[in-house]
């Protein structure tokens, strides 16, 4: 095992664009993450799944945004009609089990919305 | 937000010494857990300190936690060049809380 891995690892896009980023976690891991962090900033949490079911949505998440994870497995980040303040690093993280444990970053996907 | 607020904003030191940062959260928590993070990459789990620990040790870090005070520092002894990074601290409140609120960050600058 590798490790959270991201892809793409940077996206550029036309604004009005829809974009879609992929995070497949640590495998035995039955919690994935989904936060955006903008340049100088900390990550801010956009999204949380327990196996395959969506348990919390920051207000962040605006309609544009949905995230999926259909067999608890890998899951998916898609913006739709992309503006130029999405622009971001968006990144992936996954844990085991307990709440508050420690979480497994991937390597983020870089977009840039032109 | 209920983010937390790191402090320097900014450090730069020389190989060898020490490098201390702070910081400083809004409501009690579960835990509190320090991330690093290197240029342009995906964030590094450092140490995880519970709301009933004081101090906790691995390698060359040492983290406090002051819960009265809502604060927490992470020191770094005889630091090097492959410290330089950027430094978060994350906490996690409430008993079912699940994601990791970040403050702003330190970079650290260990010049050789």
């Known amino acids: 095992d590798t490790g959270v891995s991201q892809n793409p690892r940077h996206k550029i896009t036309k604004r009005g664009q829809n974009v879609t980023f992929r995070c497949d976690p640590i495998s035995e891991h039955n919690r994935l993450y989904w936060y955006r962090q903008t340049l100088g900033q900390g990550p801010e949490f956009l999204t949380y799944?327990?196996?395959?079911?969506?348990?919390?949505k920051s207000r962040l998440l605006s309609d544009r945004f949905s995230a999926e994870r259909p067999k608890g497995s890998f899951s998916t980040l898609e913006i739709q009609r992309t503006e130029q303040g999405d622009s971001a690093m968006y990144l992936c993280?996954?844990?085991?089990?307990?709440?508050?444990?420690?979480?497994?970053f991937g390597p983020g996907t870089r977009l840039t919305v032109l | 937000s209920q983010q937390g607020e790191e402090d320097p904003q900014a450090l730069s030191i020389q190989e060898g010494e020490n490098a201390t940062m702070n910081c400083s959260y809004k409501t009690s928590i579960n835990n509190l857990q320090w991330y690093r993070q290197n240029s342009g990459r995906g964030l590094v789990h450092l140490i995880l300190?519970?709301?009933?620990?004081r101090e906790k040790h691995s390698g060359r870090l040492r983290v406090t936690l002051d819960t009265s005070k809502k604060s927490s520092s992470l020191l770094i002894t005889a630091s090097r060049a492959a410290d330089t990074a950027s430094y978060f601290c994350a906490t996690v409140f409430g008993s079912s809380a699940r994601q990791l609120t970040f403050g702003s960050g330190t970079q650290l600058t260990v010049l050789p």
């Open positions: 993280a996954s844990s085991f089990l307990a709440a508050g444990n420690e979480q497994f």
């Open positions: 300190i519970r709301s009933n620990e």
């Open positions: 799944f327990q196996n395959e079911a969506q348990l919390e």
